[in-house]
């Protein structure tokens, strides 16, 4: 019994350094993709805490690129050519038909990183809609609330209080990204194959 113990809190605090270590890519994620960096120049290089770069693209077509039919230098340098002209252009259209992977990347971040605060499950917090929050402090955070309903709303959630000041940017970056969409979905994925009131994976 004593034996297994021990594998049993070894097992915990290795779960819990992968824990920590898999909140803390996330952080990075959500660090990284601020306004400046988002409608940036691509690829974008994401600095982790690891010493890694994570490098992102934001090309969902570019695997289906051509590649060379004939194995010869003028062929490679003419669709070498092509490529980087699909590049440019890309790199160039700073709108969310381009960057939409990048902002989905971020949201997607941000969206486990809620989970992981407040407890709410998955298909609850892609359901959530923006609203203007009120915070009440509790003994671990704050309780968050519709300011529309002032005090005597219900409480939509609970956050840690180290949480607020990451929530509170999250939103400001939603806001920026989405001005006409004031009051859609907390964490609104863009899609092209799935309906948007079907929850991520």
Request: hydrophobic letters at 35%; aromatic letters at 10%.
């Amino acid at each position: 019994p004593i034996r297994k113990r021990v594998h049993g809190l070894q097992a915990d605090k290795q779960n819990l350094e992968q824990t920590f270590a898999f909140g803390s890519f996330l952080l990075d994620i959500c660090n990284a993709l601020e306004l400046d960096v988002f409608w940036g120049p691509l690829p974008v290089h994401i600095q982790l805490r690891t010493g890694q770069i994570l490098v992102e693209y934001s090309m969902a077509g570019s695997r289906a690129w051509p590649h060379p039919l004939k194995d010869d230098a003028i062929t490679r340098k003419a669709q070498d050519k092509q490529k980087k002209s699909r590049h440019a252009k890309h790199e160039a259209d700073r709108t969310l038909q381009t960057r939409y992977l990048l902002a989905n990347l971020r949201i997607e971040a941000e969206l486990l990183v809620f989970i992981a605060q407040t407890g709410i499950n998955l298909s609850q917090a892609h359901q959530l809609r923006v609203d203007q929050y009120s915070y009440t402090s509790s003994t671990d955070g704050y309780q968050v609330r519709s300011y529309k309903q002032r005090r005597n709303g219900p409480v939509l959630f609970e956050i840690h209080a180290e949480y607020r000041e990451i929530f509170e940017r999250y939103l400001s970056w939603r806001k920026a990204l989405f001005p006409d969409d004031s009051d859609g979905l907390l964490f609104p994925l863009i899609r092209r194959t799935r309906h948007v009131s079907t929850p991520p994976t």
